[in-house]
């Protein structure tokens, strides 16, 4: 009896992959977002919420006052961009395909190196949309699509392989995931490179994606190894957008 | 039996939340103590399901149920040899 019944689970995970993780995941969700509310501060008392409140309504006016410092720098970047030529509708396009989606579970509990974020196919999510941090910074891609959830992989998990260019003279590289967000990369020795130089992907976005955290070099090696981390805390990440491909 | 059904709810809410570091020791100690201790296998089985991914990774997404079993074999054996 015992047999048939893990047979017959053995059938339905083969020819229904998605059946006992759309179970599982449905069932746990509300527990996921229930801990996503409470470390929201949604239990906080209604006095401390309006302190609160009163609080970000300053900061958001100091943002404002240099978000409008910002613009005026991005149409001077623009300018100038559009004197090589560049095609500035494109970006804008792409920014405007981005979802804004809450992190329900983080790395670093669990023995996969991936998030879980709320939103699935009920949001038209992909397998391969590209996962970015707050401040445009890309840290992974869908990898499995659930009806109300997606699984994020990490760039940064074991054995991951990205193009990167390194540092101020855009050295290239190839950068190795280990695992929690964090990249190693080798270079040969006369390339200069140090620690807080930025890091880029040319092939998938111009925007920083991660820094450089520390440079190891052994005078007997040709080439020195460069330890990167993304320029986010992906162990703190309460929102990532999701960009459909 | 209720101690049994005890450690099932801490292990579940250990599983749901991913806190694989605190359901595997209790599962261990489950196995041990409680009889045909099969409540890890299907504690490893929804870990997987939760967490594991369905596309691409191979063997990688079923960690949890593979880690259980081996967990379930090894400690009968123990037992057997330990209480012969």
Not at chain 1, 107 to 129: A, H, M, S
């Amino acid at each position: 009896m015992s047999a048939v019944f893990v047979i017959a689970i053995i059938l339905v995970q083969i020819f229904f992959p998605h059946f006992f993780p759309a179970l599982a995941t449905s069932i746990a969700r509300p527990f996921w977002r229930t801990e996503f509310s409470i470390g929201s501060g949604s239990l906080k008392s209604p006095l401390l919420l309006l302190a609160e409140n009163e609080n970000l309504k300053i900061q958001l006016e100091e943002a404002n006052v240099r978000l409008r410092t910002i613009r005026a720098i991005e149409m001077e970047n623009m300018e100038l961009k559009s004197f090589f030529g560049k095609n500035m509708n494109a970006t804008s396009t792409m920014k405007d395909r981005k979802i804004l989606a809450p992190v329900l579970i983080r790395p670093g509990v669990g023995i996969y190196d991936e998030l879980i974020i709320d939103g699935g196919k009920n949001l038209g999510f992909i397998i391969n949309d590209k996962i970015y941090a707050p401040g445009n910074v890309l840290i992974g891609a869908i990898s499995d699509v659930l009806p109300e959830t997606s699984k994020v992989s990490l760039f940064s998990s074991s054995g991951n392989i990205i193009n990167v260019l390194i540092g101020p003279s855009n050295a290239s590289a190839m950068a190795v995931g280990r695992g929690g967000g964090q990249y190693s990369a080798e270079l040969p020795r006369t390339v200069k490179i140090s620690a807080g130089d930025f890091v880029i992907v040319p092939a998938i976005d111009d925007k920083p994606f991660g820094i450089v955290s520390a440079v190891e070099s052994d005078p007997a090696q040709s080439l020195e190894t460069i330890l990167l981390a993304p320029p986010v805390n992906i162990y703190q990440l309460r929102w990532v957008l999701v960009e459909h491909i | 039996m209720k101690l049994r059904i005890t450690t099932n709810l801490i292990v579940l809410i250990a599983i749901i939340h991913g806190w694989w570091f605190i359901a595997l020791p209790l599962v261990i100690i489950g196995c041990w103590f409680f009889p045909y201790y099969i409540e890890i296998m299907i504690g490893g089985f929804i870990y997987d399901a939760l967490f594991g991914t369905t596309s691409g990774t191979g063997l990688m997404a079923y960690s949890g149920i593979i880690i259980s079993i081996v967990i379930f074999a090894g400690i009968i054996v123990i037992k057997q040899n330990i209480r012969k």
